[in-house]
């Protein structure tokens, strides 16, 4: 069974205040854990198990996945109360994973990216680890030889003189033999790791994806743009919420089960978690709304 490492310890700094409440992976889009589209996206490419590590708010995990299972897969939650990394973490979840190639996931991307032909890329390759790359993004710092299907440098910390024209997703397969690389216990990222092997000569390989979308929603604005783009205008007011008859909403605004608008409001392009509030008479524009908290007044570009 083709099993997946969730990465789910984030600190989320850059989201706050919203990660105040809830660790990223958790964070609500479209009225579920975000980690949620990861799940998806993973069983729809054959993961029939899942391991997620936590570290901030651990709890929250348990109260999104009470039956600790997703869909019909198990989630084997590993905690962590000193943070890892990257690299950290996976040796931490090696007991878990077995000897079997597995897949790892960054908790904070949204994407819809062909993950097959990653999977086609790595098996038999020899590969220890093989990255999905784009060939565009906001950061193409990876180094890559289509021909030989190989990383060849990232940021040109080998000193290869090629800055890298690849973005790296955050997705990627590990191979066992990659984990006996790490130690565990130690607080490291993958990274330096890779570059360490690439210098050996070993195989650190990718595949390029170029279908599908990606992003990463670790700040506000990619956050909150990743709603507007979403083309779900019509899954946007949940069924369950509730909103006053004369609440004035302008442009998208995504609004949760159990949430209420008062009457009079007026919202634009705003989020509300599920159980949120806007009093009545209150105007929004490009806030978020978190669970159980209380709106009030006139505010923008602000997090409740």
């Known amino acids: 069974m083709l099993k997946a490492f969730v990465l789910g310890a984030g600190l989320g700094t850059r989201l706050r205040p919203l ?60 905690h962590e109360p000193v943070l890892l990394e990257t690299g950290g973490g996976i040796a931490n979840v090696g007991d878990l994973m077995g000897d079997e190639d597995f897949v790892v996931y960054n908790g904070d991307i949204l994407t ?25 993004g906001p950061s193409l710092c990876v180094a890559f030889d289509a021909e030989r299907g190989l990383v060849t440098d990232i940021l040109n910390r080998l000193r290869t003189g090629d800055a890298g024209s690849f973005q790296f997703t955050g997705v990627y397969v590990v191979s066992a033999e990659f984990v006996r690389e790490l130690t565990p ?68 605004n995504v609004i949760g089960p159990q949430a209420v608008v ?20 209150a105007v929004l524009k490009n806030c978020v709304v978190r669970r159980g908290m209380v709106a009030r007044g006139t505010l923008e570009n602000v997090d409740v």
């Not at 901030?56 to 198990?74: D, M, N, S």
């Not at 599908?212 to 990743?226: N, V």
């Not at 008062?262 to 008479?281: D, F, Q």
């Open 19 to 78: 990660t105040d409440q809830l660790p990223k992976p958790l964070v609500p889009y479209f009225h579920r854990p975000l980690m949620v589209s990861a799940f998806d996206h993973l069983l729809g490419a054959g993961v029939g198990e899942f391991v997620v590590n936590t570290h901030h708010l651990p709890g929250a995990y348990g109260e999104a996945f009470p039956e600790g299972e997703y869909a019909g897969a198990g989630i084997t939650f590993r």
């Open 112 to 136: 819809d990216l062909p993950l097959e032909p990653l999977l086609r890329a790595h098996e038999g390759s020899g590969n220890l680890v093989t990255l999905a790359l784009r060939s565009s």
């Open 185 to 252: 216990g130690k607080v490291e990222s993958v990274v330096p790791v890779w570059l360490r092997l690439i210098k050996e000569g070993r195989r650190i390989g990718g595949g390029v994806l170029g279908e599908g979308g990606w992003g990463d929603l670790g700040d506000r604005a990619t956050y909150l743009q990743a709603h507007w783009d979403s083309g779900r205008a019509a899954e946007a007011v949940h069924a369950e919420a509730e909103v006053a008859a004369d609440a004035v909403l302008v442009g998208m």
């Open 262 to 281: 008062g009457e009079g409001a007026r919202l634009e392009k705003c989020v509300l978690w599920p159980g949120a509030r806007v009093e009545a008479g």
